[in-house]
């Protein structure tokens, strides 16, 4: 079992580290970040289609640097996964409670009362 677990954790850092190593050196073409995301390339290729195109609106906020916004965006996305987490956990409590509680009947006597 520990020889296996070995295995696993040298297989984990190989996936990890391997991809790291094999990039390093490698400088992108001139225009193209790694890391600039689909809006900037939605960005040049409309540009490129249509150099005379306008924006509807402009942000109502910009954010100081590009790490703000980044540290926004982690916090929103960890505020989403909370939330849903909360939820799943609640849907799951409640699913259990209704299955372990017993089945009630109606009691005959108190429904007469009610009428």
Known sequence: MKKTNLLIVAALLGLTILPLWWVNGIEPPAGIEWFGGSDRQAQNM????????????EPLWQPASGEIESLLFALQAALGA?????????????HELRQSEPARLPDPI??????
């Open 46 to 57: 409309i540009l490129a289609l249509a150099p005379d195109y306008s924006a509807w609106f």
């Open 82 to 94: 909370g939330f849903i987490g909360y939820w799943f956990g609640v849907s799951v409590t409640r």
């Open 110 to 115: 108190q429904s007469r009362v009610d009428c």
